[in-house]
């Protein structure tokens, strides 16, 4: 095992790719390698070879039939914390992903950031949400939530993992409401199981509030004075003191829930509230 310390930036990000990847998908490629930091495909290779044979001999191992490396039995991370955050972010800021910047740590002095939970989610369960979105395959499950708290069976076709309010969910398809829905992945209990491919119904393209988009129109508090919401409209970055917020329909709530917004409640003093959905009744369907 190589020093960790002593490696440049650039080769401790790919190496923390690596274990991301191996870790909670289970597999790793050269081609994915190649995607995430726009190597060639004889660097790709030189990169995984060099962390199998030097850096962490032992945790990787080839399976022909997958065509990818597996973590080992004896799998031990160097550079990831084990964190399902780690990973689920990777996939969050995949599109942004760039080795000029990765792994750089810019903090700055005189700055300090408030630590957020960390929710309990085992890499059985990523690994088994991500090959079944990946596969388009049906997962049998066992998930807990207010109306069961001990968990019920469940039958899902998942399609997308999404990060929102704190949280991460995977949207998928629930045979038993016939409908998409949101499942928190941190409320599965057990290692989901693959049970075939996805029914006809669970395609994505069905998913319609997923599919369709919406314009959230956040404004100031219209209960404050003119120089209350001209401020407010400043800290914001609105135009004519509205700023409009474009997603997905499925994602409406939790839009306005990152924004402090509980469009089933007023506060009653606007000082407290500050901002509010102004298009509120248009949007009501999407609104639970």
Known sequence: MKETASLAW??????????????????????????AFHLGKDRAQQVLRTYREEVAVGNLVYDTSRKA??????FTPHFIRGHVDEYLHLLGTHDALNPQFVGLGLGAANTESVPMPIRDV????????VSAARERQRLE??????????????????????YAAGRWHVRAYCEKNAA???????????????????LPAAAQANDED?????????????????????????DYAMEEHMLAINCRCALAQYVLREYGINHR????????QQIELGNREALRQWLY
């Open 10 to 35: 650039d080769t401790w990000a790919r190496y923390h790719v690596i274990e991301l990847l191996a870790f909670w998908e289970g597999r790793v490629t050269a081609s994915a390698l190649r995607e």
């Open 69 to 74: 490396w597996m973590p080992t039995p004896q």
């Open 122 to 129: 085992s890499p059985e369960v990523v690994r088994a949400v």
């Open 141 to 162: 499950v066992v998930y807990a939530s207010f109306s069961s708290p001990r968990g019920e069976d469940r039958v899902i076709a998942p399609h997308t993992l999404v």
């Open 180 to 198: 998409f829905r949101d499942f928190v992945l941190s409320r599965f209990r057990g290692v989901p199981e693959a049970i075939g491919d996805a």
């Open 210 to 234: 997923w599919e369709n988009r919406l314009t959230l129109e956040i404004i100031p508090d219209r209960r404050l004075s003119q120089a209350e919401r001209e401020l407010i409209a400043q």
């Open 265 to 272: 409640h007023v506060e009653g003093d606007p000082r407290a």
